[in-house]
């Protein structure tokens, strides 16, 4: 049976990624601007080049950002905490599925030990979150025609 250790084992897991990602976020951020001063002026008013690397180092500055936010809300979850009910930082055990409500990552491989499952990371904002919100062990919920009885929250 999953346990506070498993959780525990997950979110260091989910803030290595984050880490992961801040770090390719930057990299990608600081070729693309390397590469558009290397380029130097566009060479006519039809040469994108520049203009496009430009672009490419703003995407990944979005994706930067949303890695240190994402970082911040892994970091915010009190590890210690007992959940009755399903909410923010609540690791949810299902017949059919394991969800962990904090960030909106989508499904993730994780190992721990003996175990290699997929955890669904949601957050939120996420119409699954909104199914299964406040409901208790035991409980049922629906969600895209699919029953889902909730066997533990941790």
Aim: a negative charge; aromatic letters at 8%.
């Amino acid at each position: 049976m999953k346990g506070q250790d498993y959780k525990t084992a997950l979110v260091k897991h989910l803030i290595e990624m984050q880490h992961q990602a801040v770090s390719n976020a930057r990299q990608a951020m600081e070729d693309a601007q390397e590469e558009a001063n290397e380029y130097g002026n566009p060479k006519d008013q039809y040469d994108g080049f520049r203009n496009q690397q430009i672009q490419r180092k703003d995407m990944f500055a979005r994706q930067l950002s949303k890695a240190i936010s994402n970082l911040d809300v892994l970091n915010r979850i009190d590890l210690e905490k007992k959940h009755d009910v399903v909410g923010y930082g609540a690791l949810v055990i299902t017949d059919k599925a394991i969800f962990f409500v904090a960030i909106g990552i989508g499904i993730t491989k994780f190992k721990d030990e003996d175990v290699d499952e997929d955890v669904a990371v949601i957050s939120m904002l996420v119409p699954l979150f909104h199914a299964m919100k406040e409901k208790r062990v035991g409980d049922v919920f629906s969600f895209n025609k699919q029953e889902y009885k909730i066997l533990d929250i941790i």
